[in-house]
């Protein structure tokens, strides 16, 4: 399975943005789907996961009741909804992807094999 993400951009403090991360050479059946993302001298940060298996959702507490993620399995592809943006959003956002991964460690970007490129997201104050 690859992943390709995008929908990255310019936008201001309070609007909104929709990523999308799209599989191919395969389904993601089965699989976590997270996004991260990065800025320059930082530690790559969880921002959110969908598991397969019952579909529960996960956020990191910085985007909890802004940010929504979203699988479409009939279209291989999964969603990040960002809502309110605020400039400390600003980074590199990532799709990955696990079979394996545990529950309590989804956040850990270490326990991801497969990953996309990233969208650059930048938020203006």
């Known amino acids: 399975v690859q992943l390709q993400a995008s929908g990255g951009g310019l936008v201001q403090a309070g609007a909104s943005l929709t990523l999308h991360c799209a599989a191919s050479?395969?389904?993601?059946?089965?699989?976590?789907m997270a996004w991260f993302r990065q800025v320059p001298g930082k530690e790559r940060e969880f921002v959110a996961a969908k598991r397969w298996s019952g579909g529960n959702t996960y956020y990191a507490d910085s985007v909890k009741g802004r940010f929504t993620i979203i699988r479409d399995n009939a279209k291989n592809t999964v969603y990040l909804q960002m809502n309110s943006l605020k400039p400390e959003d600003t980074g590199v956002y990532s799709c990955?992807?696990?079979?394996?991964?545990?529950?309590?460690?989804?956040?850990?970007?270490?326990?991801?094999?497969?990953w996309g490129q990233g969208t650059l997201v930048t938020v203006s104050s």
């Open positions: 990955a992807a696990c079979r394996t991964c545990i529950l309590s460690s989804l956040g850990n970007h270490q326990q991801y094999p497969i």
């Open positions: 050479g395969g389904t993601f059946s089965g699989y976590t």
